[in-house]
Structures are given as C-alpha cells and as structure tokens.
C-alpha cells in the first residue's frame, strides 16, 4: 500500500495520537531550521546557531543575541501552514491528545492547537529577568539591542530553553505522559539531534510509529513507517484526504 495511505488508514483508526515535532514543521512557513540545506547551520554567522543560542553565550554577547535572534527567531510574520492546521483539526475531531514540539514560534496555537507541550519554552512570553514583568514579542522585535523592562530597567529574557539550560519540569512531565500512553505516535520535521528532547520519543510503546521527515535521520529505523516527504502534505493528506497544493 502508499505510504500516505497507510498514514491515513492508521490515522482514521487511532483514538489516541501524539504528534512530537521540529523545526521542519514550520518551514512551510518561511521559518528556517537549522540542519537543511537552507536552514540556519549553512547560513554565515559569526559563530553556530548553537554557540549563540547557548546560556553562556547570551551571559557574555548580549548584542550579538539579540541581533541573531530578531533576525533569526523573531518571525511574528509567519503564519499556520498545512501542518499545523491538520494537526489543530486532528485534535478537534477528538483524534489528536497532543503536540509535543520543540518549536518555539507559538504556530500550532495560532493555527488552533490547544494541548501543546513547548518543550523548548515561545518566543512570545517574555519576561524582565529582575521583577518579571512580562513583555510582548512585538517589543522585543522593536528596540535595538538587549531590551529594558518597561517597568523596572532590567532586562527582558525571551522565555526560550537555551543550551546549557534546563527544560521546563511540568511541560517535560506532560509530554513524556502523553507519549507514554499514545496509541500512535506521529514524529515530523526533525533531524532528532537535539537532546534531552528527542529522547522522549522512546516513552512510546505502541506499533503506529511514523515517522515524516524530507531527510533521513539516525533514528530512521525505530520507524513503523517511514515518509521521507514534507510534512504538510503527508499531514494535510492523511486528514483531508489531498495533497494538491
Ligand atoms: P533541525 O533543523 O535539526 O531539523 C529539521 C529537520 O526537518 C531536518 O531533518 C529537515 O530535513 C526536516 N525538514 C525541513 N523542512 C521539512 C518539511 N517541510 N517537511 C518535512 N521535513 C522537513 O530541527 P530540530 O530537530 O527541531 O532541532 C533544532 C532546534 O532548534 C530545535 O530545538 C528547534 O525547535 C529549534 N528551532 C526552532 C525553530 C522554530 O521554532 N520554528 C526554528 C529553528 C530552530
């Protein structure tokens, strides 16, 4: 049978499905990732994406953070693509239980999502790393350089996991309960190399594991079934049926 076939299929007979996924998610969108050929890591920096989106990194560079991560991260022009409204469809026809994602652009809630694990924290909660005010993306997008608290001076903290920083404990526990009891669990959209994150697909225990993405990854043979094609038509097919653009 096609693969998207067999997607579809698995998708009309499960009740319990979890989606975990990645930057790739979100390129449809015009948002780059890190590891395609157009993503951030073949791009000319200064330094890796990693090295600047590293705790130790924002403590000492300050400016060069914020300029990488306006330019970079900050997309608030980017709209839902077909993935994410599938997924946001999937959950509302009592399908979907959960997104995990490692994503950070706040998507799957603009496209309507309502149970999403941000395992890596949005770019849309921001808060003063003094006295916690909290402060909109728009203004971080606005100021030049580091931004001050609106209120008390300080500094204003994009509430992103940096590397070298821990994740969140409750969004850890909720995804890795979720996975753990999905009936399938599908994954799309990442190179899996991002640790502690990818780790937690190994919670899932069931058979229905799928996993979509346009390249191969190194976990590419824990899959049930294996789609190497994008993500927004595999999704957009298997709950609607098409993949016409
Ligand atoms: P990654 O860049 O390591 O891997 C992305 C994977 O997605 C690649 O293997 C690529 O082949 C695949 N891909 C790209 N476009 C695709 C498409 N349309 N359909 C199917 N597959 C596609 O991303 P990662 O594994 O998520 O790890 C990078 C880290 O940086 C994560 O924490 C990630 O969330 C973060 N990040 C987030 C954003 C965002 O919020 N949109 C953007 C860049 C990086």
């Not at 993503?39 to 600047?52: A, F, M, S, W």
């Not at 916690?132 to 001050?148: L, M, W």
Request: net charge negative; glycine share 8%.
């Amino acid at each position: 049978m096609d693969k998207l076939e067999q997607l579809k299929n698995w998708v009309e007979e499960s009740e319990n499905i979890v989606f975990f996924g990645g930057a790739g998610v979100s390129t449809e969108s015009g948002i780059p990732d890190f590891r395609s050929v157009d993503g951030l890591y073949n791009q000319k920096y200064k330094y890796p994406p990693e090295t600047i989106l590293s705790r130790t990194f924002y403590v000492h560079n300050l400016d060069e953070f914020y300029k990488f991560y306006r330019d970079k991260l900050l997309c608030l022009d980017a709209k839902p693509n077909k993935a994410h409204i599938a997924l946001a469809k999937l959950e509302e026809m009592g399908k979907l239980k959960a997104v995990v994602t490692q994503n950070i652009d706040g998507l799957h809630q603009a496209a309507g999502s309502k149970t999403v694990y941000e395992l890596h924290g949005s770019i849309l909660r921001n808060y003063c790393l003094r006295c916690g005010e909290p402060h909109t993306a728009e203004y971080i997008k606005s100021v030049d350089g580091p931004p001050p608290c609106l209120k008390c001076g300080g500094l204003v903290k994009p509430d992103v996991v940096l590397y070298e920083e821990g994740l969140n404990s409750d969004t850890v526990n909720g995804a890795i309960k979720a996975i753990s009891e999905a009936d399938m669990l599908i994954i799309g959209g990442t190179s899996l190399s991002v640790y502690p994150a990818a780790g937690y697909i190994e919670y899932y225990t069931g058979n229905k594991l799928v996993l979509i993405n346009k390249t191969p990854t190194d976990r590419d043979d824990m899959a049930d079934l294996l789609i190497h094609d994008s993500i927004g038509k595999a999704l957009d097919f298997a709950v609607n049926g098409k993949t016409e653009e």
